[in-house]
């Protein structure tokens, strides 16, 4: 294998790498990005509501009968749900 072969058809002239980073500075957005905030993960899956259950079986697009036999592998948190069926 070729070390510091040219791809780029720079030839002789490779720029300076640090060169490139002071003309194009990339600029820090992380003030302006939103934190993802996940507040579902931190729910509990009521398995006595059937309308909680039908919920969550749709979320995670899986039959309700599934959800159930999940919820009781698994228990009702619904982050260990997601885990199980890697959603």
Do not use: C
């Not at 030839?11 to 990005?33: C, Q, W």
């Amino acid at each position: 294998m070729e070390e510091n072969k040219d791809n780029f058809g720079f030839g002789e002239n490779i720029p300076d790498p640090d060169e490139i980073r002071e003309r194009y500075t990339v600029e820090d957005d992380s003030d302006t990005l939103e934190p993802f905030d996940d507040s579902s993960e931190h729910r509990q899956i009521n398995a006595d509501d059937p309308v909680d259950v039908a919920h969550w079986a749709n979320e995670f697009q899986i039959s309700v009968e599934d959800l159930k036999a999940a919820l009781v592998l698994h228990g009702n948190s619904v982050r260990e749900i997601k885990k199980y069926f890697s959603v």
